[in-house]
């Protein structure tokens, strides 16, 4: 069995067409779209915990002040900055598990979503299934009062008439089933 190498002039160094029906896929805009992709989960994430840390190291800090023999003015700016520090620390913390949450929610609706289209095909099937058998039960019933000798059965009496019913009900469990049947 003999291989061919790249460096052979007869085997094509470009990549196999794409198959019929495939959008073509560029190489370059997929690496940057997966680059992006990464990045945008990425960054938030490293800033969040960096400024995590950063609300840690000053409220450290903050800490260590408070048995020093600071001025006023001086424990005034650093308690304003740990003020603003304190309001980008809870931004951060919100992100983070915030982004949890609400991933776990847009699960459970795509469930919730998931599982309420299957229950609405099902109730569609059965409502076109019922439709099918009603329209059946109504032809039988059309075809029995326009068959030749129905009428001179109803002549027959009580007799004539229970056995018409009885063609009726047998057509009438056959479509819809007794114990398929739902009420309400």
């Given amino acids: 069995m003999r291989t061919q190498s790249n460096s052979d002039p007869t085997t094509p160094n470009e990549p196999s067409p794409p198959l019929p029906g495939t959008p073509p896929v560029d190489p370059v805009k997929g690496t940057l779209t997966a680059i992006l992709s990464f990045t945008q989960g990425l960054i938030p994430l490293l800033v969040a915990i ?37 309001a980008l620390a809870y931004a951060a913390a919100g992100f983070l598990f915030g982004r949890e949450v609400n991933r776990q929610r847009a699960e459970s609706a795509e469930a919730n979503a998931d599982k309420a289209q ?25 075809a029995l009062d326009t068959a030749p000798g129905y009428r001179e059965s109803a002549e027959y009496g009580a007799a004539g008439a229970r056995a018409d019913v009885a ?18």
């Fill in 50 to 86: 960096v400024v995590l840390w950063y609300f840690g190291t000053t409220l450290k800090r903050m800490f260590g002040l408070t048995g020093s023999a600071i001025g006023e003015i001086e424990w005034g700016r650093n308690a304003f900055l740990y003020g603003g520090i304190e």
């Fill in 167 to 184: 063609t009726v009900r047998r057509i009438a469990d056959a479509l819809f089933p007794p114990n398929q049947i739902r009420r309400g």
């Fill in 118 to 142: 299957q229950i609405a095909q099902v109730s569609q099937n059965a409502a076109a299934v019922g439709l099918a058998n009603g329209n059946a039960l109504a032809e039988s019933v059309r």
